[in-house]
């Protein structure tokens, strides 16, 4: 049985055994943390839907099932043997892995289940990062929140999961990429049904012998014993009875939950009863497994039955395959083993002569090619964050074994080229019977793949110097010092950072070195660099000098400004340069604390209200004090920090004041936070759904919106997402916004930032029909508030990130009106209507491009009229006759000393040799050198030579052995380098010409 050890909900879970991981995790898992629900599940591919004429459900309701089901079969031997694979084709095409797929959708078609398609790899599940188990798609059904769609169903489910990748090539079974087969009942047939059909599509469908395979039940279902013992007949000592942990699953504290039974096969029947041990690995494979969704868990524990009785199975296409074709892992199947050999035929290396541990390389290449071309395909697009950071850790795990294995190239000479799409062809040809739509992608895939794949390969070739001198270093370290040699984890971080190595590769090369990673330090300085990456934010000094001693006595700070922009409160605090004062007087910076606050504080991408504090006085009831509040940050927990100036007056702790938001600067971001959310609904819209925020900013006078994406945006794409956003706020949708427990607002699809981290009560705030998300920020009441949106700028900021920025409300009107005013201005220059301004200017820059021209051809002209007088300047080294001209050019421009050059020698005989410089302006310097063939036969090389003088203006350059430039920042040093120029040449062509 597999074991599932999560430190968040966004790691996947184990192939098969999902049920019983589901368990552990959720019995071991708060309740405000939990992400994942239900499932074993199922594995797959998108098949299309077919019609089959089944068995109705009433009718299958009152089917007899025999007392004894017990299929008896004299199917020899299944010990797995290599043989069975030969050339990676597959001698039996009735045990291949699509017939194993569709012998098992038949199955249960012919048994009344609607087959229904594969769910995509990038779920339509907040609560869950990636598609992990078959009963995903049906999660809404098991939980009472959707009804039934049919009673029955099956599928074939593709999953990912990437918990146990250093498992990966290791073990037989281990897998990032896998395929789930299930089937699945919504209150229409239960326990009986599910045990005996399993029974018969294993040992008759499939003609696996009885006598191999062991059952385990929880201890507690003496039903299920009853059921597998009596009615299938399975001896009980081939049934064990296990504890909680392994065999009875639950979806959380309370809710939906229910025993399961796993069916295993024994390779190893010789071994006998006695002290048998499911989880022997070298022994046993679990490959079916059965939940019997049959309680609701109270609150106080208790279980009651449930009206509607679910069944959720999960057999591993991939465990099938190993035991139907007789092969001793996973990676030896059909399914796995053509991309293998493909990898291995790139190597030159057969597979069944290569080691182990060339065969794990292999076998680690085989599967993450898998994963990673159909996460492409559903639009997972390698990048730093979040599901895009998981295709690009698979990309580059591939690229830096193969290069390990000896791949160079693509395979077909190019040895600049890529070999990762190489493999992804072997991927998408097997891809026919899994999902359809793979092969019509091929292109995009194949792209994306060799631009990632060349891209790493630039960084593996700056960063593997130095990772290999931070290895030595760190063996040369602990030798000295008789310890376990070990990498820095600012060494570590360095790679991570600069040469964006991933912490994964770095620890694997390392560990092939028996190298240890100290990641307490490498975790330190990526804190460090998240605190530094936060720049923008002003951080409070709430910690220093007695900051921590006066934080201890305030309360959080009670917020009221999602109702009112004004309160009465009370000062709690004051700090001036982070330490805590009693009394501020006039012209004082000040961070003011109080119990109550309309101010918001910067958070979710939103900044900090301004306003005033403001004190009355008691007499005339002017105000007294005055304090211009410029932002607000949430420090220590929830408490707001104003940071302000006193204007007027003094400020003192325990003083009752009045707080007023500046109204017209809440309003500007209340109308930028409400178009970001609508601009990412455009994103999603527009560029796919996989599209995910990357990070924001709402100011007061614009908006910035980070996501990832590979590529630049399209001007028809950015003009069809201001269309839809400029279309939603003509819409005059008003606004909800509510509070909720988090499980709820995931449950109803409400968007949450990955990586974010939220209570266990969150504030959804949702645009009716557009957008839903989770967000504590100020909105609008009605879209028609933001009166228009204008994207003003994208690009990309990092590889697979890229930025928008945008105006909308206020802002957009004050944007719209500059540009106006510039068009205004443009058109009273050029004397033309705006509609004109372009070909105008179009007619303007051809006229000038000519004038250019014809000044850069008179330039060269006078250069050659320049260059005729000095040729007669040029003077003869050596017996060889070499002529040299070494000459300054005074303020020629690069192009015409280009052209002068070339003059000079193409006018002097071979031998010649031409050195020419120049001033041409702005503390410019531009060199030239131009060698005959007789010059650069005596060994002299134009680039090398003019690079050197070159340094000495405080520049380079270079170029090829007979022409070469360069420049420079030093014009005073020009006629020192020409100088050193014509030095040098005599002493090369002297010894030559004598």
């Known amino acids: 049985m597999e074991r599932l050890k999560l430190s968040d909900a966004s790691r996947a879970l184990p192939l098969l055994s999902v049920a019983s991981c589901h368990r552990r995790f959720l019995s071991t898992t708060p309740s405000s943390t939990l992400r994942l629900l239900p499932g074993c599940g199922c594995i797959g591919h998108g098949i299309t839907e077919k019609s089959y004429m089944g068995v109705s459900s009433s009718c299958r309701s009152s089917a007899k099932f025999p007392k004894k089901a017990i299929i008896r079969n004299s199917s020899a031997s299944v010990e797995p043997v290599t043989e069975e694979v030969a050339d990676g084709l597959l001698k039996d095409s ?142 009980k000592e081939r049934i064990k009875r296990m504890g909680a942990d392994d065999n009875f699953w639950s979806s959380g504290v309370t809710g939906p939950c229910g025993p399961c039974s796993e069916i295993y096969y024994d390779f190893h029947p010789e071994r006998g009863y006695s002290d048998a041990d499911l989880g022997d690995d070298s022994r046993f494979i679990e490959f079916y497994n059965l939940v019997f969704m049959q309680y609701n868990k109270k609150d106080d524990g ?46 030159r290396m057969p597979y069944a002569k290569a080691d182990n541990a060339t065969q794990n390389n292999l076998k680690i290449i085989g599967d993450h090619m898998r994963a990673v071309v159909y996460l492409i395909s559903d639009g997972v697009i390698p990048s730093n964050i979040g599901r895009g950071y998981v295709v690009r850790r698979l990309i580059r795990r591939v690229v830096r074994i193969g290069r390990l294995l000896g791949i160079k190239g693509d395979g077909q000479g190019n040895l600049e080229g890529a070999f990762s799409p190489v493999l992804a062809e072997a991927v998408i040809e097997l891809s026919t019977q899994i999902d359809t739509d793979v092969k019509s992608r091929m292109g995009s895939i194949l792209e994306e793949l060799k631009r990632e794949e060349l891209r ?79 720049a923008a934010h002003n951080v409070v000094k709430l910690s220093v000098g007695n900051g921590m001693e006066i934080a201890k006595n305030i309360p959080d700070t009670e917020f009221l400004g999602y109702d009112s922009l004004s309160a009465r409160a009370i000062v709690k ?56 509040i410029k932002d607000v940050k949430k420090s220590l927990g929830n408490i707001f920090v104003h940071k302000g100036t006193i204007k007027e007056g003094s400020l003192e702790v325990g003083l009752e004041i009045d707080a007023a938001v500046d109204a017209k600067l809440r309003q500007r971001a209340k109308v930028h936070h409400t178009a970001t959310h609508l601009l990412q609904s455009a994103l999603k819209s527009t560029i796919g759904p996989e599209t995910s925020q990357a990070g924001s900013l709402v100011a ?25 956003v400029n279309q939603w706020i003509s819409d005059a949708a008003p606004l909800g916004t509510k509070v909720m427990p988090l499980s709820d607002a995931k449950e109803a699809g409400a968007i949450a930032m990955f990586g974010e981290k939220y209570g266990e009560e969150v504030r959804v705030v949702e645009v009716p029909g557009v957008s839903m998300e989770l967000c504590g920020g100020t909105h609008v009441n009605n879209t028609s508030e933001i009166r228009g949106f204008k994207i003003i700028s994208e690009q990309g900021i990092a590889s697979g990130i890229r930025r928008i920025e945008a105006v909308a409300g206020e802002a957009f009107i004050e944007y719209i009106t500059a540009r106006d005013n510039h ?85 002097l005989q071979d031998p010649a040799a031409v050195v020419l410089g120049s001033s041409p302006g702005d503390g410019k310097v531009s060199l030239v050198a131009a060698f005959t063939p007789g010059v650069v036969k005596m060994g002299i090389q134009a680039g090398k030579f003019i690079g050197g003088i070159a340094k000495l203006c405080g520049g380079g350059g270079g170029g090829k052995p007979n022409f070469a430039q360069a420049g420079g920042r030093k014009p005073e040093m020009l006629l020192d380098a020409l100088e050193k120029a014509r030095a040098e040449l005599v002493t090369a062509l002297s010894p030559n010409a004598s």
Not at 160 to 173: C, L, Y
Not at 310 to 315: E, K, P, R, S, V
Not at 840 to 865: D, G, K, Q
């Open 823 to 907: 068009m205004r201005r443009l058109c009273s220059l050029l004397k033309v209507k705006a509609e004109d301004v372009n070909s105008r200017v179009e007619n303007i820059l051809e006229e000038l491009r000519m004038t250019r021209n014809e000044v850069s051809s008179l330039c060269s002209r006078i250069a050659v009229l320049k260059a005729s007088s000095i040729a007669s300047k040029a003077i003869v080294i050596g017996s060889q006759n070499v002529r040299m001209v070494v000459e300054s050019m005074d303020d020629m421009d690069a192009d015409a000393l280009k052209s002068a050059a070339e003059y000079l020698v193409d006018s």
């Open 573 to 628: 605090g004051l700090l001036v340069n982070g330490d805590p004062v009693t009394l501020v007087s006039e012209g004082t910076d000040v961070e003011i604390l109080l119990d109550r606050t309309p101010f918001y504080a910067e958070s979710g991408g939103q900044v900090g209200d301004n306003g005033l504090v403001y004190l009355f006085g008691d007499e005339d009831g002017k105000q007294k004090t005055i304090v211009e």
């Open 94 to 235: 009735s045990v291949s892995g699509d017939a194993i797929r569709r012998r098992f959708l038949d199955f249960y078609a012919s048994r009344g289940h609607k087959i229904l398609p594969s769910s995509s790899l990038v779920p339509n599940d907040p609560t869950v990062f990636l598609t992990i188990a078959g009963m995903l798609q049906f999660k809404p059904i098991f939980l009472g929140k959707e009804p039934r769609r049919v009673p029955c169903a099956t599928t074939s489910q593709r999953c990912i999961r990437t918990n146990d990748i250093e498992n990966v090539g290791r073990t037989a079974r281990h897998h990032t990429f896998f395929e789930m087969l299930g089937n699945f009942s919504f209150g229409d047939y239960f326990k009986r049904e599910a045990i005996i059909w399993a029974w018969e599509l294993t040992t008759k469908e499939f003609g696996l012998p009885p006598e191999r395979l062991w059952i385990s039940v929880f201890e507690e279902d003496d039903e299920a014993f009853f059921l597998w013992h009596n009615e299938v007949g399975v001896p």
């Open 302 to 347: 208790s279980l009651e039955p449930l009206k509607q009785k679910n069944i959720d199975t999960g057999m591993g296409l991939e465990r099938m395959a190993r035991i139907l074709q007789k092969v001793p892992n996973n990676y030896e199947t059909d399914l796995i083993f053509p991309i293998i050999e493909k990898a291995a035929n790139l190597a």
């Open 700 to 724: 007061f006078d614009r908006l910035r919106f980070d996501f990832n994406f590979h590529r630049p945006l399209s001007d028809n794409e950015l003009m069809e997402i201001e269309l839809l």
């Open 456 to 534: 790493f390969v630039q960084t593996l070739e700056r960063g593997e110097k130095l990772l290999d001198q931070f290895l030595a270093d760190a063996l040369l370290s602990g030798g000295k010092n008789e310890h376990n040699p070990c990498l820095s984890g600012k060494d570590a971080f360095l790679l991570y950072d600069t040469y964006g190595f991933p912490i994964e590769i770095t620890a694997e090369v390392a560990e092939e070195r028996g190298i240890s990673i100290d990641m307490d330090g490498f975790n330190i300085e990526m804190e460090n660099q998240r605190r530094q990456s936060q």
